[in-house]
Structures are given as structure tokens and as C-alpha cells.
């Protein structure tokens, strides 16, 4: 099969796509997460509001060494699922890919896409997500993720 790049998503998102490392997330779980994180309590417009989110936990990626970033993602919820997906928007979608391939790997598929994104868990086999294995990427340097 020949893949056709998909201009809504950002380049490293296509490449990845076109490498075989990510999947294109369905229309239908984008929309079903687009209404799930529009749900959830805001801190205004620049991204949730963690003190107000149950078991959560975060981290400042910037001044973590890989090691640090690791053990504080094996503490998430997102890090019980074998795949995740990278959320860009509404319109863009996102990409499914292995759950161990986000950690670290988020500067890259992010670097495209200004302000807040999202990745949250997903059964890959079965197309079902956990939209609750929810993590925040893109304000400022701090990740937070659920950890129940």
C-alpha cells in the first residue's frame, strides 16, 4: 500500500506514519476525545487545570535526565497501556503509537504544534481508548499526567 501524507498532521507525525512507527488515529476516537478533554476542568484557555484533575503527578521535562523521565512516566496511567495516542486537534487528529516509543519522543512529534497537546492511552488491538491515561505536553517545560 502506498501512504499519501496527511498535510493536517505535522511532518514528524507523517514520518513516522510513512516509517511504520505510528498509525493515523481514527476520525471517530479524535471527535470522542476532542469531547472528553473539553470535559475536564480549564485553567482558561492554555490547558487543564491539574489541581482540580484526580491523581495526577508532574514533571519539569527540561531539568529531568532520560532516566527521571522514565520512572516518573512508569508512575503514570498512560504507562499501563501498550500504545498511545499523540492528539494534535480536532481537525489534525493524532497517531497511534507503541507507549514506549512517546517517552522522550514528545519534542519531536510535538514540534510542529503550538501551544497544548494531549497523548492518552490506547488498546491498540481493539481501537479502544483510555481517554482517563490522559498526559498534557506544551505548557511550558512541566508534563502532567493522570496516575489512576
Known amino acids: 500500500?502506498?501512504?499519501?501524507?496527511?498535510?493536517?498532521?505535522?511532518?514528524?507525525?507523517?514520518?513516522?506514519?510513512?516509517?511504520?512507527?505510528?498509525?493515523?488515529?481514527?476520525?471517530?476516537?479524535?471527535?470522542?476525545?476532542?469531547?472528553?478533554?473539553?470535559?475536564?476542568?480549564?485553567?482558561?484557555?492554555?490547558?487543564?487545570?491539574?489541581?482540580?484533575?484526580?491523581?495526577?503527578?508532574?514533571?519539569?521535562?527540561?531539568?529531568?535526565?532520560?532516566?527521571e523521565l522514565d520512572r516518573w512516566m512508569r508512575g503514570t496511567r498512560l504507562s499501563r497501556s501498550t500504545h498511545a495516542a499523540l492528539w494534535y486537534s480536532l481537525e489534525s487528529g493524532g497517531i497511534v503509537t507503541p507507549t514506549t516509543a512517546v517517552i522522550g519522543s514528545w519534542d519531536e512529534l510535538f514540534q510542529y504544534s503550538a501551544g497544548v497537546r494531549f497523548v492518552f492511552a490506547m488498546d491498540a488491538l481493539r481501537g479502544v481508548p483510555d481517554f482517563a491515561g490522559l498526559l498534557q505536553w506544551g505548557l511550558g517545560d512541566r508534563v502532567f499526567a493522570t496516575t489512576h
Do not use: K
Open 1 to 67: 500500500m502506498i501512504h499519501t501524507p496527511d498535510s493536517s498532521l505535522p511532518p514528524s507525525a507523517q514520518s513516522w506514519i510513512a516509517n511504520h512507527r505510528a498509525e493515523r488515529l481514527s476520525a471517530t476516537v479524535s471527535s470522542l476525545f476532542n469531547d472528553y478533554v473539553h470535559s475536564l476542568p480549564w485553567a482558561g484557555t492554555t490547558g487543564l487545570d491539574w489541581s482540580r484533575m484526580p491523581s495526577c503527578s508532574s514533571i519539569d521535562s527540561s531539568n529531568a535526565s532520560d532516566a
